[in-house]
């Protein structure tokens, strides 16, 4: 069974930084891209980052130049490095996989985060 838990989400001041974790379990994690996804309220679930098994990455335009997605496979963990916050930011931050050859995708339960103004 396919397991994401996240962690790391919390309320942070405008300009701070954050964290998130992700760790799979029930998956071959070296063969699944990993991606960061957000909703906010009343929006719908929108891209954040994703980065493939190879290590390629790829950003939303909202959040080009302050976030940085990494990998551990030793580790089954995806990292979101979250620097200058904004108040826009505020979301539910959902993990996500996607294997290589056939696509199935699994989503974490989620970990809020909250930038406070």
């Known amino acids: 069974q396919v397991q994401l838990v996240e962690s790391g989400g919390g309320l942070v001041q405008a300009g701070g930084s954050l964290r998130l974790s992700c760790k799979a379990s029930?998956?071959?994690?070296?063969?699944?891209?990993m991606g960061w996804y957000r909703q906010a309220p009343g929006k719908q679930r929108e891209l954040v980052a994703v980065i493939t098994s190879g290590g390629n990455t790829n950003y939303g335009d909202s959040v080009k130049g302050r976030f940085t997605i990494s990998r551990d496979n030793r580790k089954n963990t995806v990292y979101l490095q979250m620097n200058s916050l904004k108040p826009e930011d505020t979301a539910v931050y959902y993990c996500?996989?996607?294997?290589?050859?056939?696509?199935?995708?699994?989503w974490g339960k989620g970990t809020l985060v909250t930038v406070s103004s």
């Open positions: 029930g998956i071959i994690f070296s063969v699944n891209a």
């Open positions: 996500n996989s996607k294997r290589n050859y056939d696509y199935m995708m699994s």
